[in-house]
T-cell receptor, first 116, second 114 residues
Framework: AQTVTQSQPEMSVQEAETVTLSCTYD???????LFWYKQPPSRQMILVIR??????QNATENRFSVNFQKAAKSFSLKISDSQLGDTAMYFC?????????????FGEGTQLTVNP | DVKVTQSSRYLVKRTGEKVFLECVQD?????MFWYRQDPGLGLRLIYF???????EKGDIPEGYSVSREKKERFSLILESASTNQTSMYLC?????????????FGQGTRLTVV
């Protein structure tokens, strides 16, 4: 089974600074997708960014970017110019297609606090 | 916008009761998922389904079953609720055939078993 590991249970950053959240995963697959989701106190899971494994170029979405290292099975999230609204639980997730469908597995989560 | 709706936001049930958690999505997604979320453990996959009447066990299926009679609806069933099933339950849906394959989530059901 695929496993996803987030080794930082909690992190904090000052407003306007940059922070990097780590994620590693274990798989024997070659084609898969990776995601970062954000869960604010409202509990609604929100997609932050996605990366297709076949793409070498790292994905970016405004202040959010990833460092995808396929050989190392590493997928870190960098948040630039941190804002108070970025305070949330962040989950790394791995998806592969199986038997016509998809299996989606999550890490343990990192609680990020942005301080004023 | 994609909408995934879970029938209850909060639920309190007694030990031994049969509990149904309902999830409906409106985007014609093939895949649907049930997770439980516990502090420090992240989201753990209970069951998933990629078609009507099809189901696959996730990582923690014990004590749960599921039903998918219609494409838009995926139900999680606790046959005999126990206190260790007190948790947050999240439903999600996705499509493997579209450009954007990410999952969309419901708002979660916080279940307390007393």
């Amino acid at each position: 089974a695929q496993t996803v590991t987030q080794s930082q249970p909690e992190m904090s950053v000052q407003e306007a600074e940059t922070v990097t959240l780590s994620c590693t995963y274990d798989t024997s697959e070659n084609n898969y997708y990776l995601f970062w989701y954000k869960q604010p106190p409202s509990r609604q899971m929100i997609l932050v960014i996605r990366q297709e494994a076949y793409k070498q170029q790292n994905a970016t979405e405004n202040r959010f970017s990833v460092n995808f290292q396929k050989a190392a099975k590493s997928f870190s999230l960098k948040i630039s110019d941190s804002q108070l609204g970025d305070t949330a639980m962040y989950f790394c997730a791995f998806m592969k297609h199986v038997s016509g469908g998809s299996r989606l597995t999550f890490g343990e989560g990192t609680q990020l606090t942005v301080n004023p | 916008d994609v909408k995934v709706t879970q029938s209850s936001r909060y639920l309190v049930k007694r030990t031994g009761e049969k509990v149904f958690l309902e999830c409906v999505q409106d985007m014609d997604h093939e895949n649907m998922f049930w997770y439980r979320q516990d502090p420090g453990l992240g989201l753990r996959l209970i069951y998933f389904s990629y078609d009507v009447k099809m189901k696959e066990k996730g990582d923690i299926p014990e004590g749960y079953s599921v039903s998918r009679e219609k494409k838009e609806r995926f139900s999680l069933i606790l046959e005999s609720a126990s206190t260790n099933q007190t948790s947050m339950y999240l439903c999600a849906s996705s499509s493997p055939t579209r450009t954007n394959t990410e999952a969309f989530f419901g708002q979660g059901t916080r279940l307390t078993v007393v």
